[in-house]
C-alpha cells in the first residue's frame, strides 16, 4: 500500500473512533459536582419536597455543565479533523499547473 492509501485509511479510522466515543451513551455517568453530591446527602438524610427540589436543581445544572464541556471539546475536535482530513487527504498529489 502506499503512504497515501494508509493515511486515508487512518483517517478514516480516527474518524470512526472520534464519533463513537462522541455518541456513545453514557447513562448519565458524569462526574457529579460538590453541590450535587451534598444535595444527595442532605436528601437522604431527610427526605421531603424541598431537599428533593433541590436535589433536582442540582443534577440539571450538572447535565446543563456537561453538555457544555461536551459541545467546548466536540467544536474544537471538528475543526482539527476538518483541517487535517484537508491537508492529509490530498497528501502526496502533485498539482498540475495548466
Do not use: K
Not at 427540589?53 to 442540582?58: G, I, S, W
Not at 450538572?62 to 483541517?83: M, S, Y
Request: charged share 20%; aromatic share 10%; with cysteine.
Amino acid at each position: 500500500m502506499s503512504r497515501r492509501t494508509i493515511l486515508r485509511l487512518l483517517i478514516i479510522v480516527a474518524l470512526f473512533f472520534q464519533v463513537y466515543a462522541f455518541m456513545a451513551p453514557r447513562n448519565r455517568a458524569h462526574p457529579m459536582s460538590a453541590r450535587t453530591i451534598e444535595a444527595f446527602r442532605a436528601n437522604g438524610e431527610h427526605q421531603g419536597a424541598s431537599t428533593q427540589a433541590v436535589l433536582e436543581e442540582a443534577i440539571a445544572q450538572d447535565v446543563r455543565h456537561n453538555d457544555r464541556e461536551h459541545l467546548l471539546v466536540f467544536v474544537p475536535l471538528l475543526v482539527l479533523d476538518c483541517a487535517l482530513v484537508y491537508f492529509l487527504w490530498n497528501y502526496g498529489t502533485r498539482q498540475h499547473l495548466a
